[in-house]
């Protein structure tokens, strides 16, 4: 590393003011600072220090991210080979675990570095064109985008989400920490109004399902969407729900694990909660917006439950079930705490949480047409954000009033 150190001291001069490429130092020192820690002191005013900085707060949640990526790569292949052997008697433990991993590795990898390579070029066009450092806060970004996505989705229309994304959802709020809506949400929106046929149906989560008519891969909430406003009678409807019993494809226990389709980083509970455990144990991610978050879908799946109309057995679906599916556990770890379009208040931080929580459920079981209500439901709290904590500090500062109008 003194080598490397080395070489950017030396061409340094050269990406300085006066230098012949003064206009690229922006991309230079995101480099730099990078590979190794910036030598930037404080000149005025009053700071608080902090060894964990920017840099280190993007990293720890990549590391979160991480156990959701190597088990989506896993499961990528997992899906593919189940089906691809589902009719052939015999076959079904051809494919070892390093074999599906493999296949999803080489799948799901071209995905990562699409997300990075356009997203972090429009950064880098936009620290250039404003004369500002390029920030870290793509190297989350550029990895939450792909593992919302099908492993099937096109490699332009990733690109087209990603400058959406970034030029939309962050850079005309002013870049990092600035922005009003998470990102990688706004990607994932993006691509799912624009091109709804790669982000729905039985032919996008598991690959070469729409190149083989044998395979079909619905996800678990696509499948509980065709079971509203049905007759319960019907055998058919029968068989669709039983898919969801202990020895059905979307089981409990199938579910927890993450052995179902869907998109890249979503399926695994296990892998969803290791990387809570991280966020919360650094104090990176609020423990307050997931636990409320929680509590909020689970109160919400339990009214359903206790309601339970007769032509909708998506309500009847056992609450906890309810919250394994889909992308409600990895939108309430990952999307849902984001520092910067979330509340800031600890008191709005729980009403937040526990309203993203309440309308993700809500939208995902009264609207088939989106059945993971998820996206919409924290693109939503995060414009309501703010008014949530201006009325929390509303009240603080009335209350506090109260309080010294009493003690006189």
């Known amino acids: 590393m003194k080598i490397m150190q080395n070489i950017l001291n030396s061409i340094k001069p050269h990406f300085e003011e006066g230098g012949k490429l003064h206009t690229l ?25 902090d060894s964990v900085d920017l840099k280190r707060t993007m990293v720890i949640v990549i590391i979160a991210l991480l156990p959701c990526l190597f088990f989506g790569m896993w499961n990528t292949g997992y899906q593919y080979h189940s089906q691809l052997t589902s009719d052939m008697e015999g076959y079904q433990s051809i494919y070892s675990i390093f074999d599906h991993f493999l296949f999803g590795f080489w799948k799901v990898l071209p995905l990562i570095i699409v997300s990075y390579v356009v997203g972090l070029s429009v950064e880098f066009a936009f620290a250039v064109q404003r004369k500002h450092q390029v920030n870290e806060g793509y190297l989350v970004t550029g990895m939450l985008i792909p593992l919302t996505m099908p492993v099937d989705v096109p490699l332009w229309m990733l690109a087209l989400s990603v400058i959406f994304a970034v030029v939309i959802g962050k850079e005309v709020f002013g870049g990092t920490g600035m922005n009003i809506l998470n990102p990688a949400l706004t990607a994932r929106a993006f691509i799912f109004f624009a091109y709804p046929t790669k982000m729905s149906g039985d032919k996008v989560w598991v690959h070469g399902a729409d190149k083989i008519d044998a395979i079909t891969g619905e996800t678990a909430l696509g499948q509980l969407a065709t079971l509203t406003n049905v007759d319960p009678s019907n055998s058919e409807i029968i068989n669709n729900y039983s898919l969801f019993s202990s020895d059905g494809i979307y089981s409990l226990y199938n579910s927890f694990i993450g052995t179902i389709p869907g998109s890249i980083g979503e399926t695994s509970v296990i892998a969803i909660l290791i990387g809570a455990f991280i966020l919360v144990f650094t104090g990176v991610g609020s423990f307050r917006i997931m636990v409320s978050m929680f509590f909020g879908g689970l109160s919400m799946a339990y009214i359903f439950n206790i309601v339970g109309l007769e032509n909708n057995l998506f309500m009847s679906l056992p609450a906890i079930h309810q919250l394994f599916i889909g992308s409600f556990l990895f939108g309430m770890v990952f999307m849902a705490t984001d520092p910067v379009s979330a509340a800031q208040t600890n008191t709005g931080k729980i009403i937040y949480g526990f309203l993203c929580g309440v309308l993700s459920i809500l939208i995902r079981v009264f609207n088939p047409a989106y059945p993971e209500g998820v996206m919409v439901a924290i693109l939503f709290m995060n414009v309501m954000a703010p ?8 009240a603080n500062i009335k209350k506090r009033l109260k309080r010294i109008k009493i003690n006189e």
């Open 25 to 49: 130092y922006p991309a230079y020192d995101a480099f730099e600072t990078f590979l190794f820690v910036p030598n930037h002191t404080t000149q005025s005013g009053t700071h608080i220090k």
């Open 387 to 394: 008014l949530i904590d201006h009325y929390v500090v509303e």
